[in-house]
Structures are given as C-alpha cells and as structure tokens.
C-alpha cells in the first residue's frame, strides 16, 4: 500500500525543491531536522513518540523509526530504553567531548581544564569569513584559550563565531562558565554545534605558541581547524588548534 503524504510534508518537500524525490523515511528525516532547528524540541528534551510523528505526517511507524535512526546515528537524537527518544545535548557525557579527538597513548582519561587568554570582538578576516558565510564588514567573536590536560598545557585554540549570533559573549561572562563551551553556547545562546568538518597538517611551533604551551620552539605541533555547523548545515564556528602530541594522538573512526 503506497503511503499519502500529508499537506505539511508537501509543503515542506516545495521549499525543498529536490527534496520530494528522496526516499520517504529522508523526507521525514528533513522535516525533523527542521523542528530541531526551530527549536520546537530543545536540546535534553523528549521528542513526540514514533506513533505521534506517524500520525503528524501520516506516514507509518516504521518510515518515523528509521528516520529517528538515522538522526541518533548522527549523534542528533538518543534513544534511552524505556523513556523515549531525546534531543542530543552536548551537557549529556557521551556527546560533550565528541568533536575533541585527542586521545591519551596510555589511555588514561585526563582531566581537563582551560584558561581564557583572550575574548574580543573584531572585524572578520578575510579567510573566517569565507568559513563562516559571513562579510568581512561583520564582527565576530575571537576567543583564544590554553586547554591543559592533567594540569600540562596542551591545545592552544583560536575560536571564531558570528558576532550576530553570540550577542553579549564577553570576556566577562565567558570567565564565568565553568563547563564545556558547546554545552554552554546551547544553554545561554540556543546554538546547537550538530556536525563539523576537520582539517589537519603538521607544523613546526611557533615562538608565541611555545611559550603557551610551555615547550621549545620548533617543537612538532598538530594544527587542526574545524568548521562547526548547526542545524541547516549552517556554519556557527571556526576553531584552529595547535596540539602537542607528545603523550596523546588523535584519532578518529572511518567508515
């Protein structure tokens, strides 16, 4: 039996475009990824039951289900036995560190701390702009920081983000949170960091970069730069790390 698709899917697989020739179970999919990025299901928070979504777009509970799988493959929703499907938080433990790859060589688990050198607002250079689909007119956030691990410095990190979308991040309100940013930019600015893409290259240390992380100059460093995105595939981060990896390496899983 061929499944009706409901005038709200309809609407949606129009502003699509292309959308409407993709399997059923994407199109439920997309349109969820819409409510996330509205907003109508906040981060920690229960999503409708299966059944709910299948009587919302008329469509039957197995088409709801695989698209639900889908999204928590992504790390988008997780399932929890018993109570039902929620949005992905990156306050939960298993999403919180998911982007940072570094792993110790002896597999102990670091404890990690940071300390703000620097949170201004500035013009948007040329390169951060092209990232983050932004002018070079706009302003933006830069934020420089020291992640140590085990109390020894470890990543110096310059993050950049649309100064439109983080209104009232300051040094000062920066120096009062005390966990993880992506946790903290979905509390206090409702920005949710879904995905993002790496690159990488080694290079050697620069003087500035020595004295931060407190080694010689010269010293072998891995540079990665990731370009974080919210919902919409929309660009809301650009961070450029210099890693010491000399008692970690990173590692990342293909498939």
Known sequence: MTEQISPERKAADRSAGSAAYSPLYQQIKALLLESLDRGEWKPGEAIPSELDLAARYQVSQGTVRKAIDELAADNLLIRRQGKGTFVSTHHEARVR?????????????????????????????????????????????????????????????????????????TAETLAKNKGPLYAWFESKFGVSMVRADESLRALA?????????????????LQVERVSFTYGDRPMEVRRGLYLTDRFHYRNQLS
């Open 97 to 169: 560190y998911r982007f940072l790859r570094l792993t110790p060589d002896d597999g102990h688990q670091a404890v990690t701390s940071s300390v703000i050198i620097e949170c201004t607002r500035v013009k948007t250079p040329v390169d951060i702009a092209a990232l983050l689909n932004l002018r070079s007119s706009d302003t933006v956030v830069n934020i420089r920081r020291v992640l140590s691990f085990d109390g020894r410095p470890t990543i110096l990190e310059d993050i950049w983000l649309p100064g439109s979308v983080f209104k009232g991040l």
């Open 205 to 221: 240390a620069s003087e500035e970069a020595a004295n931060y992380l407190d080694i010689t100059e010269g010293v072998p460093l």
